[in-house]
Nanobody
Framework: QVQLVESGGGLVQAGGSLRLSCAASGRTFSSYALGWFRQAPGKEREFVAGISWSGDSTNYADSVKGRFTISRDNAKNTVYLQMNSLKSEDSAVYYC?????????????????WGQGTQVTVSS
C-alpha cells in the first residue's frame, strides 16, 4: 500500500509560480513511477506530468511543456511539480499518483494509487 498526500496548492496570479509536493508512505517509493494529473470543474481528469520509477525519464502534457517540471527525491519519499508562468487555464485540483515499476506515462491504468488532491487557482 502507498498513501499519497499532496500539498502546496493555493491562489496565485497569472504569471506566478507554485511548487506542489506529494509525500508518499511506504518503503518502496523508489520502485514507483509518479505522476501529476489535474481536473478542472466540468472537465475530465487529465495527465500533466510523469516521472519513471528509475527517475531517468519524464513526460509532460503539451500544454505544460516548458513551464512545469516534475522531480522526485527518493530520500524524502516526495515528488514535486514546479509550476511556472501559470495561466488561468491551469486552475484545477491537482492529484498525485503512483504506479509500480511504471514509466510515468499518461495512461491512467499505469497508476495504482492516488492522492486526495490539492486546489490550484490562478487568477487573471
Amino acid at each position: 500500500q502507498v498513501q499519497l498526500v499532496e500539498s502546496g496548492g493555493g491562489l496565485v496570479q497569472a504569471g506566478g509560480s507554485l511548487r506542489l509536493s506529494c509525500a508518499a508512505s511506504g518503503r518502496t517509493f523508489s520502485s514507483y513511477a509518479l505522476g501529476w494529473f489535474r481536473q478542472a470543474p466540468g472537465k475530465e481528469r487529465e495527465f500533466v506530468a510523469g516521472i519513471s520509477w528509475s527517475g531517468d525519464s519524464t513526460n509532460y502534457a503539451d500544454s505544460v511543456k516548458g513551464r512545469f517540471t516534475i522531480s522526485r527525491d527518493n530520500a524524502k519519499n516526495t515528488v514535486y511539480l514546479q509550476m511556472n508562468s501559470l495561466k488561468s487555464e491551469d486552475s484545477a485540483v491537482y492529484y498525485c499518483a503512483a504506479g509500480y515499476r511504471g514509466l510515468g506515462y499518461s495512461r491512467f491504468m499505469e497508476y495504482d494509487y492516488w492522492g486526495q488532491g490539492t486546489q490550484v487557482t490562478v487568477s487573471s
